[in-house]
């Protein structure tokens, strides 16, 4: 059973998205069920989507045409990343503008979802947050992002992509960017990046089992593996110039850019079966220890002032961080 009264302020038909995605996730809701299709529908009329959409071009893009990587957090790559995690009505026409216009404008050559659009800016955290929003958005069976998706799988497996010394290589990897197989990413300096590998399983994890490639099943494991390597819950993972992890790991945020916390750590093994793993205890124990006397979970990292909307003040109650944390604690068999 879940808080009663918590589960009902997360309901709110004021807040659609969060409405939506607590009828999927914590009611099991179908997606053909009246009422979440409506809160979807809404979610465009509503704040933080009403903000976004109302900055869009009418060629689809934010800012200024191109890739859209830059200016963070206003470009044109971060509203549909943000678009899939606020459960925006993917079959809303600006809402397909602005992916089509991604899928067209965003991807390198080989496919792959790219800062630059070309090779070099080939990165796991852009790849992760682009596959999982559009396949939140309901663009699963676009050619381009199966491309992308398969992309994606095959650069942390290495599957017919040469090393970065090849330069005679067609497809290989660079110095720059994803570098090497693993999640080896120049951003973490040549070691393989968490920030990456957690986005990059979330998208994956997303693609239905019957429809996952083997290089998809592939990859998921290597991610799987690379995250269990330690504690999920320290995030002590392999840091490029640091010597502690960042300590953004352990604020709970939303919306969500290549800064990952604990907690979508959290989400990408509990959204593929492991949400009773024993090595995923202290993960419960931290995500408990943050609960309110009240059942709810604060909003303690944010991007206010950089984003086209404004979330919530800091320090206080969430309807998005207690999303996440119900949802998680649910997939643990935790009763909250």
Known sequence: MMSGAVLDWLLEKSDPGVRALALRDLLGAPADDRQLLAARRASVRASPVRE???????????????????????????????????????????????????????????????????????????????????LELGFGDDPRLRQALDWLARSITGEGIAPNTDKTAEVRYLKSANSAPGFVCSANNQRPCAWGA???????????????????RLAIETGVKFLFSRDP?????????????????????????????????????????????????????????????????????????????????KHQANKWITLRCMRVLKGMGVTV
Not at 254 to 262: A, E, H, L, R, S
């Open 52 to 134: 976004i959409l109302a900055a869009q071009a009418p060629e689809g893009y934010w800012v200024k045409p191109g890739p859209g990587y830059a200016p963070k957090y206003t470009g044109t790559v971060w509203q549909v990343i943000f678009l899939g995690q606020f459960a925006a009505d993917g079959g809303d026409r600006r809402v397909r503008r602005a992916a089509d216009y991604v899928l067209d404008h965003s991807r390198a050559p080989a496919g792959g979802f790219s800062a630059s659009a070309t090779p070099g800016g080939l990165i796991h955290c852009l790849q992760g947050n682009l596959g999982a929003a559009l």
């Open 198 to 216: 957690v986005p990059a399983l979330d998208a994956l994890r997303r693609v239905p089992p019957r429809r996952r490639t083997t290089s998809m």
């Open 233 to 313: 819950a320290a995030a002590d993972y392999p840091m490029g110039w640091a010597s502690k992890p960042n300590g953004s790991w352990f604020k709970f945020g939303y919306p969500m850019g290549y800064v990952c916390d604990v907690l979508r750590t959290a989400e990408a093994l509990v959204g593929l079966g492991y949400g009773r793993d024993p090595r995923l205890a202290k993960m419960r124990e931290l995500i408990l220890a943050k609960r309110r006397s009240d059942g709810r979970w604060d909003l303690e990292y944010d991007y206010a002032g950089k984003t086209w909307f404004d979330l919530g003040r």
